[in-house]
């Protein structure tokens, strides 16, 4: 992973952006450290720069982004009020092409975890809604292991003919079925010494599971047609857009074959739970899709805060849908109001679900103030249970169980309020 160092001048009038660009998992380089060859640097705008081709300039003035090319430096130019939108474009300018995107508090506290579960080589199971970044970071999670340099190799459970799967998991030898004029290796060979991702695990029939659990147990597979089981080093990472335990109990998946891939689960949360990431993969998107153009457009502060409202029902892939088509509509160097069309109508989201952005700390209480209550009276409301409480709030139980620890955090123990007032 390549080190960003920015200037003494970068660090004394742009901590706020130096302490994002490390929250997100990039090494930044600390003061004195010498530049290694791949390195980036970070500049004010008119500084002199060692290596101009490697280099991010940043200043204040009208919104202007230029990407790197012909050697000369990437520039990031933002008024006071875009802080989001400037960490957004540095961070897409300098991040790793495998590396997830992330601003949002709950986002960032996921990718931390899963750079600390790639340490290992467990299992993992990432659960969350269709379009919110699994294979994102599943890949992350690969490629910041000991296993970066083997393949990885991601197949998509649901998309692959039922009759077919068996062989196109575990390999087949010729003449073993009818049509198998020469043999298979199998997905499971194919990743030897490093990752494979089963995506949509919970569309695999009930029958191959028991299949797969032998593969994990014993990390080993039998090819169709053969006798003898062959030993393979592969790390699994398995994703899931429904409920396995649900399954489990609805009998449409096995519950060993649940345990043995829920060693260590993540979640992915909606973007609608996670509104302070917008900003990041807005700007992400932008440089992704702006490739060819020798000034990317900024997005103005009106169409930022309408992608912030709305309620992303389809998730990352909708958001990138919408930042193409806004692109294409853009006249000039900026993104307006009028370029922002959505498949349907906005369902605008409540206020404790959009993001607060920086309109200053006396606003950020109050909305955390109005949260704190809303939380409160639904918890007294609904007897203690947090299930419960989640659902009449709309929001998952992992961001309420967020939100309560922000409480405590602020010396109001949400929970603890609650037990007393029924005690008495």
Request: charged share 20%; glycine share 8%.
């Amino acid at each position: 992973m390549a080190t960003i160092h920015p200037t003494a001048a970068v660090r004394a009038t742009n901590y706020a952006l130096v302490s994002a660009l490390r929250s997100q998992g990039m090494a930044v380089g600390n003061e004195g450290t010498k530049p290694q060859p791949g390195d980036l640097f970070l500049a004010l705008d008119g500084e002199t720069t060692p290596v101009p081709a490697r280099t991010v300039l940043i200043g204040n003035g009208d919104p202007q982004i230029l990407p790197f090319g012909d050697g000369a430096p990437a520039r990031v130019i933002g008024g006071v009020d875009d802080a989001q939108l400037i960490a957004g474009f540095v961070g897409a300018l300098v991040r790793q092409p495998y590396a997830p995107v992330a601003a949002d508090p709950q986002s960032l506290a996921l990718n931390a975890l899963a750079e600390r579960v790639a340490a290992s080589d467990i299992t993992v199971l990432i659960n969350g809604p269709t379009g919110t970044g699994k294979e994102v970071l599943a890949r992350a999670i690969h490629m910041q292991s000991e296993r970066r340099d083997g393949p990885f190799i991601a197949i998509n459970c649901a998309a692959l003919p039922e009759t077919m799967l068996e062989a196109m998991l575990f390999g087949h030898q010729k003449g073993s079925f009818t049509g198998a004029s020469s043999g298979g290796q199998g997905f499971f060979r194919a990743a030897n010494g490093g990752t494979l991702l089963l995506d949509e695990i919970a569309e695999m029939p009930i029958g191959l599971q028991a299949k797969l659990l032998r593969a994990l147990q014993e990390r080993e597979v039998v090819p169709i047609g053969g006798t003898l089981p062959e030993k393979i080093d592969v790390r699994v990472i398995a994703c899931a857009n429904r409920d396995l335990q649900t399954e489990v109990a609805e009998g449409r998946f096995r519950a060993d074959l649940y345990y043995r891939l829920s060693v260590f689960p993540l979640s992915t949360l909606s973007l609608a739970e996670r509104a302070g990431d917008i900003a990041a993969l807005t700007a992400a998107m932008i440089v992704r899709h702006g490739s060819d153009r020798r000034v990317l457009p900024w997005i103005d502060a009106d169409a930022l805060s309408m992608l912030q409202r709305h309620d992303w029902p389809g998730n990352v892939r909708e958001l990138e849908n919408v930042i193409q088509r806004a692109m294409l509509l853009a006249r000039g160097d900026m993104i307006t109001l009028a370029d922002i069309i959505f498949d349907r109508p906005t369902q605008h989201r409540r206020p404790e679900l959009v993001a607060v952005s920086d309109a200053g700390e006396r606003l950020s209480n109050i909305v955390q103030m109005s949260e704190f209550h809303a939380i409160r009276e639904t918890l007294a409301a609904c007897g203690g249970s947090r299930i419960e409480t989640a659902k009449r709030l709309g929001i998952s139980e992992r961001t309420l169980r967020y939100r309560l620890a922000k409480a405590r955090e602020q010396g109001e123990d949400i929970v603890q309020t609650h037990s007393q007032v029924v005690n008495a």
